[in-house]
């Protein structure tokens, strides 16, 4: 884990926009490095259960004997909560936002970054599915626009895809992929925006592969899943990582896909969308594909199309 020493020159002061599961792990990746933080979301309750979790988080982490108690402190105290947008924003130097995946929200918050942060910040969205370009063209820095997608949990995973659309300036590119290497991440340049970029359209062949075989009766979600892990060594199975992301993230980022391309296939797949309707949200909810509410052997397993 990178000390404070490291942390990028000239970007030291990092506000992220939006305390869910990534806002509040990037947060807190940032802060690990040695960041000043801002966490700003437009609840108080959202903000206060991020807070929790990562004090949670960081207290698991000592326990294992994987970081001292002091250097959890150090970096929760450079992370401050807030709900006020302009009073984070007026003092950062790199953003990143990680707001619900809709554009008109995205688009407001770009609108009031750019008019709120300091000209030289680089406005950063964490979104997969929507290129920058379209909240780079409501700011008049669109240079300083770009993705830099982290993935779930952010606290663990090493990969970052730093996403430029046409207008993104090299110097901006350059600046984010040596900050992205800073604060211990691998950093992955795609040169154009492309929906789902490169490691969520890789998951989403197997995720659509494995919802057409249970939904065929082909084999259970947990055969599925158990098959990912031991032939092919994933961590996760795909209906596990499903619960995970969220049905509802996959939903959601499974329909600004489609926006994005006009294509059915893009659309959410009936089950997921079922699911949804029905508030089997994954984890986040206590029951997905898999129950988390009762004992690990009792989780109950699904085959066919029944939910
Ligand atoms: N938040 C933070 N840290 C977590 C965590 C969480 N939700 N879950 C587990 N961890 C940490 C644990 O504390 C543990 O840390 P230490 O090594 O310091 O002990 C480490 O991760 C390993 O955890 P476990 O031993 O409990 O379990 P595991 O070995 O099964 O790992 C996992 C858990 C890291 C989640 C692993 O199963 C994994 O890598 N799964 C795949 C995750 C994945 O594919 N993510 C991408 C999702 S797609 C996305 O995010 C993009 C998008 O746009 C939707």
């Known amino acids: 884990m990178?000390?404070?020493?490291?942390?990028?020159?000239?970007?030291?002061?990092?506000?992220?926009?939006?305390?869910?599961?990534?806002?509040?792990?990037?947060?807190?990746?940032?802060?690990?490095?040695?960041?000043?933080?801002?966490l700003q979301d437009i609840t108080e309750s959202g903000l206060a259960?991020?807070?929790?979790?990562?004090?949670?988080?960081?207290?698991?982490?000592?326990?294992?004997?994987?970081?001292?108690?002091?250097?959890?402190?150090?970096?929760?105290?450079?992370?401050?909560?807030?709900?006020?947008?302009?009073?984070?924003?007026?003092?950062?130097?790199f953003v990143i936002e990680a707001a619900t995946e809709k554009l008109a929200i995205k688009q407001h918050i770009f609108a009031e970054l750019d008019r709120l942060a300091p000209p030289h910040a680089i406005l950063a969205t964490n979104s997969s599915t929507l290129g920058s370009s379209k909240v780079a063209k409501v700011t008049r820095r669109p240079g300083?626009?770009?993705n830099v997608h982290f993935f779930n949990p952010a606290l663990v995973m090493k990969c970052v895809e730093v996403v430029r659309h046409p207008e993104t300036t090299q110097a901006t590119v350059d600046t984010v992929m040596e900050l992205v290497r800073t604060i211990g991440k691998q950093p992955v340049l795609l040169s154009r925006e492309i929906p789902?970029?490169?490691?969520?359209?890789?998951?989403?062949?197997?995720?659509?592969?494995?919802?057409?075989?249970?939904?065929?009766?082909i084999a259970s979600t947990e055969d599925i899943d158990t098959a990912a892990k031991t032939a092919l060594?994933?961590?996760?199975?795909?209906?596990?990582?499903?619960?995970?992301?969220?049905?509802?993230?996959?939903c959601m980022i499974a329909e600004a896909t489609y926006a994005e391309t006009g294509n059915p296939t893009d659309l959410p797949h009936p089950m997921i969308r079922e699911m949804y309707e029905a508030g089997r949200l994954g984890r986040k909810s206590g029951k997905g594909w898999y129950d988390y509410e009762t004992p690990q052997d009792d989780r109950i397993h699904k085959t066919g199309t029944t939910l």
């Open 233 to 250: 060594g994933h961590p996760m199975g795909p209906f596990e990582l499903m619960d995970l992301v969220g049905i509802d993230v996959n």
């Open 144 to 146: 300083q626009v770009c």
């Open 2 to 38: 990178p000390g404070p020493e490291t942390s990028q020159r000239g970007l030291a002061r990092v506000l992220v926009v939006g305390a869910g599961a990534m806002g509040s792990q990037i947060a807190m990746v940032f802060a690990l490095a040695g960041h000043d933080v801002i």
């Open 196 to 217: 789902g970029f490169v490691a969520n359209r890789l998951m989403g062949v197997l995720r659509d592969e494995a919802l057409s075989l249970l939904d065929a009766g």
């Open 49 to 93: 259960t991020a807070r929790n979790q990562l004090e949670e988080r960081m207290d698991a982490t000592v326990a294992k004997g994987r970081m001292t108690a002091g250097t959890a402190r150090q970096a929760l105290n450079r992370l401050t909560c807030t709900t006020d947008l302009g009073e984070a924003a007026s003092s950062a130097d």
